[in-house]
């Protein structure tokens, strides 16, 4: 799909969305398209105009159990939120382990619907992004322009 930080590539079995690829090339239009694909599709086009901040699709990212268990604190942070590297760790009941935080993040099947680009360094430094520095900060900007928070002043 065409979005406003390139052409992402959205994969899937039947009932789950498995990974999402930045600077994937346009593919012709398949003749069937999974509804999960047809759901990811819509929302992600709702969240790049603003007007979806919550994600509601069924997913299962492959990964290890500490890798999981990253993936699922990073969906707890709110949209237009950030938190540190260290912040995750330690809900992770894994205090110094802040670099396989980051490790962890970097091999995220799923970015945008697991919002790894919200997790900053501890110093308030954007650091690491699978999608590039550029693109994290375009998503981070464009949840603050479009945050509740910011909607009331």
């Not at 899937?12 to 994937?24: G, P, V, W």
């Not at 680009?117 to 949840?143: D, S």
Request: charged share 25%; hydrophobic share 35%; net charge negative.
């Amino acid at each position: 799909m065409d979005c406003p930080i390139g052409v992402l590539m959205l994969c899937s079995d039947e009932r789950q969305l498995k990974s999402i690829s930045f600077d994937a090339e346009d593919l012709e239009n398949e003749s069937y398209i999974p509804d999960v694909l047809i759901a990811a599709q819509k929302q992600l086009e709702e969240y790049f105009s603003g007007s979806r901040q919550i994600f509601d699709l069924p997913i299962n990212p492959e990964g290890t159990e500490f890798q999981k268990g990253v993936w699922e604190k990073v969906i707890g942070v709110s949209f237009g939120t950030t938190k540190s590297y260290v912040e995750i760790a330690r809900e992770v009941k894994s205090e110094n382990s802040s670099r396989a935080v980051g490790m962890a993040n970097g091999k995220n099947p799923l970015p945008i619907i697991i919002p790894c680009h919200r997790i900053i360094g501890h110093n308030g430094k954007l650091t690491g992004y699978a999608g590039g520095l550029e693109r994290k900060k375009w998503l981070l900007l464009h949840e603050q322009n479009h945050s509740v928070i910011n909607r009331l002043f």
